[in-house]
């Protein structure tokens, strides 16, 4: 729980800052409206994904596997897109938020009083760590969120104890509230057009889920069901966001009522850093120091969460996709540049908190949404009582979504472009990758195996042979007219899978006899590829040569490259050629390859 929280948790250090910005007076009102959301929305989302994707996969690999083909790899890769703005916005948004709390703190020196060389300087240790080599270390991720937690107690119970002892600051905080709003219907019903700027408060329930690995099952848990490990994420949940829930309703309430609207604004003393105000204000300056000392820990740790959360999540798609260079599994490549990319950010942002928070809750509700959709997917089996309630709220997700973006546009911007700058980058990754050999390992059942046996005395000749196509007879009688062979043959037939997919795995083959006719069959994403690699399983098997036979295809070889890359078939004959001389660069241990 307290590995999500340095996610979750560290909100509380810029959360209310931010809510009085976008409400004002009517920032607990709104508050409120956004816990609902939590606790009768995000919370039963995310413990529907947590049943559905029981091993930390998250709700993308749920809408991976319900949405297949390029259509689901195009939402996926768009998805990554907003993750990555989020990842990327929690690193940045969390420096600068620490390097609020060190230049706010009258202790600081003057050589600590610029905020953007802080903010740099931060982000440069955490790729630094990473460099270095980072391990989640739940035993420092307890220490930090149980300080943090702790002090935010002391603080909210001090700030209580003096709104006891001067009720008239509540009195007044009314006064003003009615004055300005009228009504108690009112008030809510301009809260619940004002809560999506406050969705920041919903950030962590994808790092809850992403966890699950590390949650300890029941004695009878398998790979298949741990119901264990759902049970008790669960809890996770559930704890998490009741926790984070009273410390929303009491933050808001106190910064709202004791702090002077003036110094939310930029440059003052509660700019991203309210509770830590009233820390200063009503407990000293010593006490204050502490406090930052722990906000910029944990908004430092929860950067790293951040930095962790793309390390795990760009190697797992992309490179499987062919969407990105096999150095994009490497983590120090990738550390230097989602590093460069967070100074970029603090530099068109200037380090700041409130400039930031659009941008990191368009990112947060994006993936919030995408998992909605993920479950009323998944719920649409079940009874119509439970598709409504999760559409209601898939609904909320998407009105919260699109206020969110319209009022603060520059969130969708860098989605965007993070969006862009991933498909741009995969498709051309796709299309230099398109020749490698892709399949890791070949198996042949029994009678297959007797084919290429009955052979081994000759020379091996295969013949590529398209499933429904010309007849056995016609086919083998003009693969002996034109290549001039006599030998017998082995038809090679290879249907196309889903072309979307990169790799396989495991190319399994299968022998079929279609009358006399020997027929081997497999199926593949990448036609070419696929014959390439049994040719090259043949020989290291045999220790013969193997030849195989093509006939030229009419048409564009424009359209055929295209029609590879995209849909893995084209002009084979080259193509699988093209592969294979990737594979062995030494055309004495190649595989014949004949057009006619």
Partial sequence: MCLTGVDYFSTLGYQPGIA???????????????????????????????????????????????????????FVLCLLGFAATDFMITITLSAADAAAHVVQNPLAPPFLHDRMTITFFLLAMLGAIFLKGFREAIGVSVFLVGIYLLLNVVVLVSSFQHLCAEPQAVVNWQEALFRSHGNIWQMLGISMLLFPKLALGLSGFETGVAVMPLVSG????????????????????????????????????????????????????????ALSYLAHEYLGSGFGTVYDISSIAILWFAGASAMAGLLNLVPRYLPRYGMAPEW???????????????????????????????????????????????????????????????MFVFLVFVYTTVVNIMERPEGIKIASFFIVAILAVSLVSRAIRSTELRVQKVELDSLAKQFIDECRDAEI??????????????????????????????????????????????????????ERFRVLQCESPAIPNA????????????????????????????????????????????LTREVLREAEPDPLHRPHVHVG
Avoid at 45 to 52: G, L, S, T
Avoid at 219 to 229: K, L, V, Y
Avoid at 337 to 362: P, R, S
Avoid at 381 to 388: G, I, P
């Fill in 328 to 390: 994009a599994r490497a983590i120090r490549p990738l550390v230097c540049f989602f590093t460069l990319v967070a100074f970029v950010i603090t530099i068109i942002f200037k380090a700041d908190v409130d400039a930031q928070g659009g941008a990191y809750a368009t990112g947060v509700l994006f993936l919030m949404t995408s998992a909605a959709f993920a479950v009323l997917l998944s719920a649409w089996r079940d009874n119509l009582a439970s598709r409504l309630g999760f």
């Fill in 531 to 574: 014959i390439a690699a049994l040719l090259l399983h043949i020989r290291d098997t045999t220790d013969h040569l193997p030849h195989v036979y093509f006939g030229w295809t009419e048409g564009s070889p424009l359209t055929y490259v295209l029609k590879y890359i995209f849909f893995g078939e084209g002009e084979t004959a080259p």
């Fill in 20 to 74: 009085f910005l976008a409400a004002g007076l009517l920032s607990p009102v709104a508050t409120l409206i956004l816990v609902l959301l939590t606790l009768f929305g995000a919370l039963p989302i995310y413990c529907r994904v947590a049943k559905e994707s029981p091993h930390g996969q998250g709700s993308i690999a749920m809408l991976e596997e319900m949405l297949t083909g390029w259509k689901g790899k195009t």
């Fill in 461 to 514: 000749r295969i013949v590529a042979h398209r499933p429904g196509g010309t007849a056995y007879n016609f086919k083998e009688l003009e693969a002996r007219r034109t290549h001039n062979i006599h030998d017998g043959l082995i038809f090679l037939e290879v249907n196309r899978g889903d072309a979307s997919e990169f790799s396989d795995a495991v190319l399994e083959v299968k022998g079929v006899r279609k």
């Fill in 218 to 273: 029941d004695p009878g848990d398998t790979e298949e069901a741990p119901f264990g490990r759902i049970k008790h994420t669960r809890w996770l949940l559930i704890t998490a966001a009741a926790i984070m829930s009273l410390f929303l309703i009491g933050s808001s309430f106190v910064t709202s009522v004791l702090i002077p609207a003036n110094e939310f604004g930029h440059g003052g003393a509660a700019d991203g850093r």
